[in-house]
């Protein structure tokens, strides 16, 4: 099984940017398919953004035109660039593969990583 490992995350203000890494254990070539995910204080873990090996791309609403998710298979990393960011983007951020990364559907993962903190202040 594959691992992945979230980093990056940070404190900032509302407006500012921000670029996530989800660091993979082999190359991404082997992996068809990487989402990010988070999970807000008292909500749902939510599917944000999704990415194939066929460079398809795929966005949530809550994060489209402002998120943008692509690979550096150089690296074995994922990232998430995100911009324009509100308060309600706080939420510990999660990346994930497999059938859950294809379905946004969070009861399909078999595990979770530690995520990565991401906080905006107002």
């Known amino acids: 099984q594959v691992q992945l490992v979230e980093s990056g995350g940070d404190l900032v203000q509302a407006g500012g940017s921000l670029r996530l890494s989800c660091t993979a254990s082999?190359?991404?070539?082997?992996?068809?398919?990487i989402s990010w995910f988070r999970q807000a204080p008292g909500r749902q873990r939510e599917w944000i953004a999704k990415?194939?090996?066929?460079?398809?791309?795929y966005y949530a609403d809550s994060v489209k035109g402002r998120f943008t998710i692509y690979r550096d298979n150089a690296k074995n990393t994922v990232f998430l660039q995100m911009t324009t960011l509100r308060p309600e983007d706080t939420a510990v951020y999660y990346c994930?593969?497999?059938?859950?990364?294809?379905?946004?559907?969070?009861?399909?993962?078999?595990?979770w990583g530690q995520g990565t903190q991401v906080t905006v202040s107002s």
């Open positions: 994930n593969h497999g059938i859950v990364a294809m379905t946004g559907d969070s009861r399909d993962a078999s595990w």
């Open positions: 082999r190359s991404l070539d082997t992996i068809s398919t």
């Open positions: 990415s194939t090996s066929g460079g398809s791309t």
